[in-house]
């Protein structure tokens, strides 16, 4: 079965400070991976997504992530952290596209001035 | 153009009644799925509904039912509520072309409150 690990689940960084939000997926052959952003009382907003090509995916909001296929791993990147960056990020895994969405426990991001 | 919407924002209900949810999908989607947020958690995938049909559905009791309509809105229904259905349920909505699902897109949510 597929499963999705999200290791941290409050992360704090400074206004500026680049950012890294870790994932690590369990699924058997390529999966299509996803990063979700939630902010309080919202519903989910894509931030990007990766299905095969390029390992290294550009979203919406200067956010980035890498595929890395021998580490089980779709962390999710950004080089400069701004204040409405707050929120709770939601990693995602899919064994078909469209298909049901397997997500991780959720890191929430905290941004201090 | 209208995104997901769902009915409605906010809804408190008493252990054993029973609760209605309505989303209406993105303009030119036919597909709809609900996923269930608890307290802290990730969404989990309940079902999914295409061409009015239970498609898919994932680890959740008979007492969660649904219904897709033939203008493509769904509803999601809870019988005999527990405490512990109590989250925050989120619709998404797709399309499906040349038979592959693309896309969901989320809704706002409807906010569940079990007394």
């Known amino acids: 079965a597929q499963s999705v690990t999200q290791p941290d689940i409050h992360i704090t960084v400074s206004e500026g400070a680049s950012l890294e939000l870790r994932c690590n997926y369990s699924?058997?052959?390529?999966?299509?991976l996803f990063w979700y952003v939630q902010s309080p009382g919202q519903g989910l907003q894509l931030l990007l997504k990766y299905f095969s090509g390029d390992t290294l995916v550009q979203g919406i909001k200067g956010f980035e992530a890498e595929f890395k296929r021998s580490q089980s791993s779709f962390n999710l990147r950004k080089p400069s952290v701004h204040w409405s960056d707050a929120a709770e990020y939601f990693c995602a895994v899919v064994k078909e596209y469209g298909n049901k969405l397997v997500f991780g426990a959720g890191t929430i991001l905290r941004v201090k001035s | 153009d209208a995104g997901v919407t769902q009915s409605p924002t906010h809804l408190i209900k008493t252990r054993g009644q029973q609760v209605t949810l309505r989303c209406s999908p993105k303009?030119?989607?036919?597909?709809v799925s609900w996923y269930q947020q608890a307290l802290g958690q990730g969404p989990q995938f309940i079902f999914q509904?295409?061409?009015?049909?239970?498609?898919q559905r994932g680890n959740f009791p008979d007492r969660f039912s649904g219904h897709q309509f033939p203008n493509y809105s769904s509803e999601l229904n809870v019988n005999a509520l527990l405490l512990g259905d109590s989250a925050l349920y989120l619709c998404?909505?797709?399309?499906?072309?040349?038979?592959?699902?693309?896309?969901?897109?989320f809704g706002p949510g409807t906010r569940l409150t079990v007394l």
């Open positions: 303009s030119g989607h036919d597909t």
């Open positions: 509904y295409y061409e009015e049909e239970e498609r």
């Open positions: 699924y058997g052959a390529t999966p299509y």
């Open positions: 998404a909505s797709s399309s499906k072309i040349r038979d592959i699902f693309n896309e969901q897109f």
